[in-house]
């Protein structure tokens, strides 16, 4: 079987990949994610665009070290209206996050990669569309407090596989692009090079 790594410290991408069955090992890519964002954004590139350079940023930069080896890279942007937004910091700020969001539509660009020995093979970047229902404020505040600082890890500041899901009024698109981690071809990758069973 060929080796796999994934280029992530994303505990819910590394859940999604165990859950598949694949046998893989974690590698955090070292990135400076910020820096690469600041830099992309200044030349006019868009969430979506960026979402990509970071997935194949880590990937081949963990690749060129583990010869022969498929690296996965991958990153989640969210894009309001065509504004790129981060991860919230503190409770506080997901809170303006989730009431800024509240009502209405935006997406998730999920973007994943493979490389090998240094190149990018492979590359998806799928979107959802996510509609959040008008909820109050007191439904808020009772679900940050239920799900605390686990929301930090979330670029949306939602879990969509737990109550998360009770934000949404509508969601268009794949469950695993939501998660982080565009799935089905990923796998059709993985048994073509060797990595799953066929």
């Not at 990949?17 to 954004?41: H, P, Y």
């Amino acid at each position: 079987m060929t080796d796999v790594i994934l280029a992530s410290k994303s505990q819910a991408r590394t859940a999604v990949l165990r859950a598949a069955g694949v046998s893989f090992e974690t590698v955090v890519a070292g990135v400076d994610e910020d820096a690469v964002k600041a830099g992309l954004l200044a030349e006019g590139q868009g969430p979506r665009e960026i979402a990509d350079a970071l997935a194949e940023l880590k990937a081949i930069r963990i690749s060129r070290t583990r010869p022969g080896t498929l690296v996965i890279g991958a990153d989640q942007t969210l894009d309001l209206d065509g504004q790129l937004f981060d991860k919230a910091q503190t409770i506080a700020e997901a809170r303006d996050r989730l009431r800024l969001l509240r009502g209405k539509t935006h997406k998730l660009h999920s973007a994943v990669v493979v490389a090998r020995d240094g190149e990018a093979i492979w590359r998806e970047v799928p979107a959802a569309r996510l509609t959040m229902r008008p909820f109050s404020d007191a439904f808020l505040d009772a679900f940050l407090a239920r799900a605390g600082d686990e929301l930090l890890g979330s670029v949306g500041c939602y879990r969509l596989e737990d109550d998360g899901v009770q934000l949404f009024s509508r969601i268009d698109g794949d469950y695993f692009t939501i998660l982080g981690l565009p799935l089905m071809g990923l796998l059709d990758l993985l048994r073509r090079h060797g990595a799953l069973p066929l």
